[in-house]
């Protein structure tokens, strides 16, 4: 006969075997894993003890034992206090089979058979950020009388199909418990709640090399924190929405990391961003006589390899990145550029951007005025260097002047005309109802007070003091105008008409 006494078991067994004829047992706890936990099969006393562990049997008895002041806490397929005696009612005063049932009493039956029932649940989300709220549905059948949940973070719950809130992050197991009288069966899944899950946009994924691209944090769990890569080896950014300037064609992998005080997710987006070339360049100079010598310059973004020039008169295409072009010929020229850099080109056109000989222009001031007289000042903008100057205002004067000033003595619209040469070239320029000069009439009668007399002296600064009386009808102009073209003065105003 052995005696066991006051002593802790812990660990994983197969078999568990205390004895196999009378013993004692007292004053124990047993914690551990166990295929088969058998404490005696004859006659034993049990008394004073906490078992917990997670059995395939756990065989107290095989005959008349008395079983008393213990805690019983696990998860067994069979729990079995006796197996003789139908209809054995065992007095437990303070058991406690945790957490599922708390009966003060329980009835075990010889030859009764387990009810069939299954358990099964699914979970709305598996996956998400906090706070992450799951509704659980119960899919169990069979006889069942009751259930048990246990979240995973320490939250329980004993309806039928609940919903419940993770705040915290991690990976929870999930745990469903359903019984069916004396009998259960459980089925578990896993939450996984991240404390942030990392995303992000751009205003542009095709872009000029050279272009501003904005990048935009869309995140999810309020990330404090960001480190990005914009996939060109240039330093990283760690502001929230940054801003960044690709200047080599090609494709670029973007990637985002977004902490807060919970964790990081990284999100990386594969070839996101596509970087092309941006053509351009400048000529100078862009206008002049025949033979023009032009040095282009290459002002392409993107690193180009190689450049197509087309300079707009038949010639051969130049190959060369700065080259020099000479125009023999007067006319006006569209110049185009290729630029390849890898497998990537772009292509810019500057229309009309080269004029060899002569390009007529000019304007004036002012366009409308009024007369009589209205003095107009011109002005020549022709390109290419002119020599000569034929002017032809409209109204039947002409000037050969550079930049004239012509006097308007009459109302109406007038069409003016230059024609500029040089040796090599010439050309002409009209604009059509350029100018117009307006007829301003002021009636006497309509003054305040009425007017019907005129100091002349007093209008034109000559002639004698004494008052002249105009006939009904006469028109004089009521102000003057020192500077003309011809150097003498001239009455300019609005004309008062006596009636």
Avoid at 249 to 269: F, H, P
């Amino acid at each position: 006969m052995a005696n066991y006494t006051s002593y802790d078991i812990t660990g994983i067994f197969d078999v568990l075997d205390f004895a196999s004829n009378n013993q004692t047992l007292s004053s124990y706890d047993i914690t551990g894993i166990f295929d088969d936990l058998d404490f005696a099969s004859n006659n034993q006393t049990l008394s004073s003890y906490d078992i917990t562990g997670i059995f395939d049997s756990l065989d107290f008895a095989s005959n008349n034992q008395t079983l008393s002041s213990y805690d019983i806490t696990g998860v067994f397929d069979s729990l079995d206090f006796a197996t003789e005696s139908p209809q054995k009612t065992i007095i437990l005063p303070s058991f406690a089979v945790n957490p599922i049932v708390d009966p003060a009493t329980i009835l075990i039956n010889e030859g009764d058979s387990e009810p069939a029932f299954s358990v099964a649940f699914t979970a709305s989300v598996s996956t998400g950020s906090p706070p992450l709220t799951v509704n659980f549905t119960n899919n169990s059948v069979g006889p069942i009388t009751e259930v048990h949940w246990d979240f995973g973070d320490g939250g329980t719950s004993t309806a039928y199909s609940p919903s419940h809130t993770y705040t915290n992050s991690g990976n929870y197991t999930v745990y469903l418990r359903v019984f069916a009288g004396p009998y259960y069966s459980q089925s578990s899944t896993v939450i996984q709640v991240v404390s942030v899950t990392a995303d992000f946009s751009a205003d542009l994924t095709t872009v000029n090399a050279g272009s501003l691209v904005t990048f935009t944090d869309t995140s999810t769990g309020t990330p404090t924190s960001w480190n990005w890569d914009f996939g060109d080896g240039s330093i990283h950014a760690t502001t929230q929405n940054p801003t960044h300037i690709y200047t080599v064609t090609g494709t670029y992998t973007v990637t985002l990391i977004a902490t807060n005080a919970g964790g990081s997710d990284t999100e990386i987006k594969t070839d996101y961003i596509t970087v092309i070339m941006t053509a351009d360049f400048t000529g100078t100079p862009t206008s002049g006589p025949a033979n023009l010598s032009v040095a282009f310059t290459d002002t392409s973004t993107g690193t180009p390899t190689s450049w197509d020039w087309d300079f707009g008169d038949g010639s051969i295409h130049a190959t060369t990145q700065y080259p020099t072009h000479i125009y023999t010929v007067a006319g006006t020229y569209t110049v185009t550029l290729i630029a390849t850099a890898g497998s990537g080109s772009n292509t810019k056109i500057k229309t009309d951007y080269i004029v060899v000989g002569l390009l007529v222009d000019f304007s004036a001031d002012p366009v409308t005025g009024q007369s009589p007289p209205l003095f107009v000042r011109f002005s020549d903008l022709t390109a290419g260097n002119p020599t000569t100057w034929s002017w032809s205002f409209g109204d039947g004067e002409t000037s050969s002047l550079k930049n004239p000033v012509h006097l308007y003595n009459s109302a109406g619209v007038y069409t003016v005309s230059l024609t500029a040469s040089n040796l090599s070239a010439s050309g002409t320029r009209t604009r059509v109802n350029y100018i117009t000069a307006i007829f301003y009439r002021v009636s006497t009668k309509d003054m305040s007070p009425p007017v019907d007399r005129i100091d002349l002296r007093t209008m034109y600064g000559e002639g004698d003091s004494t008052y002249r009386y105009p006939k009904k009808g006469v028109q004089i102009s009521t102000a003057q105008d020192t500077e003309t073209d011809s150097g003498f003065t001239r009455p300019y105003g609005p004309t008062l008409i006596f009636d």
